[in-house]
């Protein structure tokens, strides 16, 4: 975690605002650095994840999703399904925010390529986890494919 | 329920029923089978009463007898039902080799070919009322092709139950009435076709066929047995089947009763008719017979002709005498119409004759003269043939004694009679129309009846038709024999005839009348043919009733099972669809309460640590989310408590104006709307609600909540609360310019806990209320928006919803 590198964006969907500043909080704990962008329901989310290239600094491509499960209007599992057959999204970790570990969500949301559970209240070490990995998998990726052109 | 209890009887009443079919079809097979084997055991075993079911009766044809066999085993093979593909091919060679055989015989006995072969290697010769008997009747091998045919069918539609097994039913119930018919005219003694040229059916052929035609119609009925009938069907059957045999028993023995009574009626009728008929005709023949003896007796010791006669033979040439005698012979044939009258001497010798032709003596009448001269009588010489000319004669003989020498024979006088002139007409007259009727007159001639008149069907009879006494069927050999009255038997033609038989007294003659029975009894039979058509309509026509009504209760039975399964259906679909419900709100319920409950917990841990680093203004934010949290999780539970109410505690039903409805609960969010400065307006139609008053407040008052807080910033926000028809029904509306909803999410706002917007408060409870209220009342909610900004319109129905009539109109 050198800090010459771009913060992890991570867009989290969470409709309650309590449950937006837990996760706030939480990801404040953890020393990486890091850019959280909060949407409060799923039409918002589709909107953000479809609508754009991810090019404008204020609209970046997330590099970790944290979703809930019970949005308005559209539903995490919508989400995910709006998000399936986007290559562009293919890469972008989902990991779903709920308040039970219940087997049905977890069927539901693996089949629609969810990457990941969180069960609610977030356990911190394991959201820490979570971050390192995708800061570990981004690194690799830009290592790798994109090469020195996307990297500022 | 009741319908549900009785298809519980459904899988235990099958079985026996087929059983009970199955015992039936094998009860027919065997009655074809017995009424077979009987018939051709009488044949062998020599009991002419087994072959025909009862003596005289025409006997069933050994070919029939084998085909009835071959039948018979056909059906008792198809009996057991769902047999293998072997058996029901062999039953379908079976048929074929029978519906072959039955059209040769059909067409051999049509063209009236009776080949011996039908016999099967028995003696079989004879007739029974004319009717050569062993051959098949064309009815017969007719019915047969048609009995071949539906058991072809029956087992080609062993499957598929359609327009086969149809066709097979429409078979043998042709071949039932069909042999209905004969049968019943067996039974009213009138049996059917016996005076036509072809043979007729038997007794036994005709219930055979009766027997092989139900067996028929039970293996064709049970293609369409597939589903289930339950056993109360099954025992009305069994009445209906039990109540129309009854009845139909009960209209065939009255209407032989009835027959019976006719027919003997009208035989008396017309055997009295008969007999007064024939005692005329005996009457007349015996005052004809005085009326011949009087003329004889005008000369027996009569003076005056003694001397002519005796002056003609004492002088020869005395020819005045003679003209004088020719005289008085002349006058007498005149008188009657004598075919001649002549006078012997006692010699024998012609003395004089009118006419005067000389005719060669009659030795017989010359081997009576002895005796009659001895007699002192006049006396009648009965039939006899002239030995000259063969014709038949009768002669009054008058013996003739001397007025000179008293008691002294002096010859004979003789009047002889040609009956063709005088007495056969007396017998050929009837006073009736007729085709057979006649009399005839007969008499004894040593050990034969000898028929002195010629006969209508038989020219010449008289004097040379003779019938020996041993044939007692002849009515003419009865009479002879003493018997006197109404005689039955076959006559010298054959034919069968009624007869009456008398005495003439004072001769050997009996005159006989007789009528053919098929004429006297011609028109009794036409209306046996009728009455006979009468019954068998009448069983028929009941029976196809008694037919419909059974068929119309197993349709009904079968609709109302299939209501019953659709209301299964459908109740076990909306079943489904609670269950599926209720999950999605245990669902709801878990995870919505369980939000709240991790905000307390983690901003509980967050409370901690503020604490102990002395941040108030963190503290305060925390304790902020915990009270927020736990002020949610109340209005949620207060809420869910309320829906659980819903349907569970309801007020009772009561009619309202629909503004009273809406001014309550504009009364109960007045300070929202207030608030907002929207207006609200209310139809004036004088619509009238019906239902629990206060829940179908809660949804006007949800509804205009609910469109207040999406109204936005709409510059003259406003509610319409109003209504329409639409297919007779009344649809309640609340309309509102807010801000619409997106037309993908307007199916979810009806759920539970589903909000549409996370920034709006409220649990997304209030539409699922409303929701579950509408249902309560038996009516239907659905929302619509042109889309976001576009305003949102709720409509529902509510039932028993009217329009009160105006009380001024």
């Known amino acids: ?96 925010l709920t308040t039970s570990a219940a087997e049905v969500d977890v069927m539901k949301a693996y089949r629609e390529g969810a990457g990941g559970f969180l069960v609610k209240p977030l356990n911190v070490e394991k959201l820490a986890k979570l971050m390192d990995e995708v800061g570990l998998s981004r690194r690799a990726r830009s290592g790798h494919s994109d090469g020195p052109t996307r990297s500022k | 329920m009741m319908c549900a209890g009785r298809s519980t009887t459904v899988a235990s009443s099958r079985g026996s029923r087929s059983g009970s079919r199955r015992a039936a079809i094998v009860v027919c097979a065997s009655a074809v089978i017995v009424l077979a084997v009987s018939a051709v055991a009488g044949f062998v075993f020599h009991h002419p009463e087994w072959t025909g079911l009862g003596n005289a009766r025409l006997p069933m044809a050994p070919s029939t007898a084998a085909l009835f066999v071959w039948h018979g085993v056909a059906l008792a093979l198809l009996s057991k039902g769902g047999e293998g593909r072997r058996i029901r091919w062999l039953v379908y060679g079976m048929a ?41 009747s064309p009815v017969t091998a007719g019915g047969f092709l048609l009995a071949s045919i539906a ?61 092989l035609g139900a067996g028929l119609l039970l293996v064709s009925v049970r293609g369409t047995d597939h589903a289930a009938i339950p056993l109360s069907s099954t025992r009305k059957s069994g009445a209906y089947a039990a109540g129309y045999l009854l009845f139909a028993v009960g209209i065939i023995v009255s209407g032989s009763n009835y027959q019976r009574g006719v027919t003997s009626q009208y035989r008396s009728k017309l055997e009295s008719e008969l007999a007064s008929i024939s005692e005329l005709k005996i009457s007349e023949i015996a ?143 009837w006073p009736t129309p ?171 841990g967050y409370l901690d640590e503020d604490i102990g680093q002395g941040d108030s203004e963190s503290i305060r934010k925390d304790l902020d989310f915990i009270r927020g949290a736990a002020g949610k999780m109340s209005t949620l539970l207060d809420e869910l408590l309320e829906l659980s109410r819903v349907g569970r505690i309801k007020n009772p039903d009561e009619e309202f104006p ?59 926000p406003h509610i319409e609360v109003g209504f329409e028809e639409s297919n007779g029904e009344i649809v309640l509306l609340v309309r509102d310019n807010g801000i619409g909803i997106d037309p993908r999410h307007i199916s979810k706002i009806f759920g539970l806990f589903e909000k549409l917007d996370a920034r709006t408060e409220g649990t997304g409870m209030g539409l699922a209320l409303v929701r579950r209220i509408v249902e309560i009342h038996r009516g239907r909610i659905w929302a619509e928006s042109a889309g976001p900004g576009q305003g949102t319109c709720i409509r529902f129905t509510l039932a028993g919803t009217r329009i009160a009539t105006r009380k001024r109109s």
């Open chain 2, 658 to 716: 629909l503004q009273d409805a809406v001014n309550d609960a504009q009364r109960l969010v007045a300070g929202r709307i207030a608030a907002s400065g929207v207006s609200v307006g209310v139809t004036d139609e004088p619509i009238v609600l019906r239902g629990d008053r206060v829940r179908i407040v809660e949804v006007f008052q949800n509804l205009i909540d609910n469109a207040v807080k999406f109204m936005g910033d709409q510059e003259e």
């Open chain 2, 287 to 429: 005052l004809w017979r005085e009326e011949r003896l009087g003329d004889g007796s005008l000369f027996l010791d009569n003076w005056p002709f003694a001397e002519v006669v005796e002056d003609c033979i004492g002088n020869p040439n005395d020819d005045a005498a003679k003209e004088r005698l020719r005289e008085w012979l002349y006058k007498e044939r005149q008188s009657y119409g004598y075919d001649r009258v002549f006078v012997w001497d006692t010699q024998g010798a012609e003395v004089a004759a009118e006419p005067e032709h000389a005719e060669a003596s009659e030795s017989h009448l010359l081997a009576l003269l002895p005796s009659i001269l001895r007699g002192h009588d006049v006396s009648l010489m009965d039939f006899h043939r002239e030995e000259s000319n063969d014709a038949i004669r009768l002669s009054v003989l008058v013996p003739l004694y001397s007025v000179r020498r008293p008691g002294q024979p002096l010859g004979l006088l003789v009047l002889r009679i040609d009956p063709e002139k005088a007495l056969y007409p007396i017998l050929r007259r």
């Open chain 2, 96 to 136: 074929a080799v029978a519906s072959v055989v039955a059209s040769v015989l059909l067409v051999l006995a049509a063209a009236g070919i009776r080949p011996r072969l039908e016999h099967l290697g028995m003696a079989i010769e004879g007739q029974v009322r004319g009717i050569p008997i062993g051959h098949i």
């Open chain 1, 1 to 96: 975690m050198t800090t010459g590198e771009s913060p992890l964006v991570v867009l989290l969907v969470e409709d309650d605002d309590a449950h937006a500043e837990i996760a706030r909080r939480s990801l404040v704990r953890i020393p990486s650095a890091k850019r959280l962008i909060r949407l409060q329901d799923g039409q918002a989310a589709l909107d953000y994840l479809l609508g754009s290239n991810f090019a404008e600094p204020d609209h970046p491509r997330p590099d970790l999703i944290l979703l809930d499960m019970r949005l308005p209007k559209v539903s995490g599992l919508e989400v995910l399904r709006g998000m399936q057959g986007e290559p562009a999204l293919d890469s972008i970790p989902v990991a779903i």
């Open chain 2, 434 to 604: 007729t085709r057979s009727a006649e009399t005839l007159l007969v008499r004894r001639d040593g050990e034969d009846v000898l028929y002195l008149n010629d006969l209508r069907f038989h020219p010449g009879a008289a004097m040379s038709l003779r019938i020996g006494l041993a044939r007692e069927e002849v009515p003419a050999v009865q009479g002879v024999l003493g018997r006197t009255g109404i005689l039955e038997g076959v006559d010298y033609k054959g034919s069968e005839v009624v007869a009456y038989a008398g005495p003439v007294e004072g001769t050997p003659w009996t005159v006989v009348t007789r009528m053919d029975s098929a004429e006297l009894f011609g028109p009794l039979a036409e209306r046996m043919w009728l009455f006979v058509l009468l019954v068998s309509s009448l069983l028929l026509t009941s029976g196809s009733a008694v037919a419909l009504i059974w068929r119309n209760q197993r349709v009904r039975f079968f609709r109302e099972q299939a209501m019953v399964a659709e209301e299964l259906r459908v109740s076990r679909e909306d079943l489904q669809q609670r269950n599926e419900e209720l999950t999605r709100f245990t669902y709801a319920v878990s995870h919505d309460l369980k939000s709240p409950l991790v905000t307390i917990q983690t901003f509980a």
């Open chain 2, 151 to 211: 058991l072809g069918l029956v087992v080609r539609a062993a499957r598929s139950h359609g327009p086969l097994a149809a066709v097979a039913k429409a078979i043998s119930g042709i071949l039932i009435a069909a042999a209905l018919v004969f049968v019943l005219a067996y039974g009213y003694g009138k049996p059917l076709m016996h005076e036509g040229g072809f043979i007729p059916p038997a007794l036994n052929t005709s219930l055979a066929f009766v027997a």
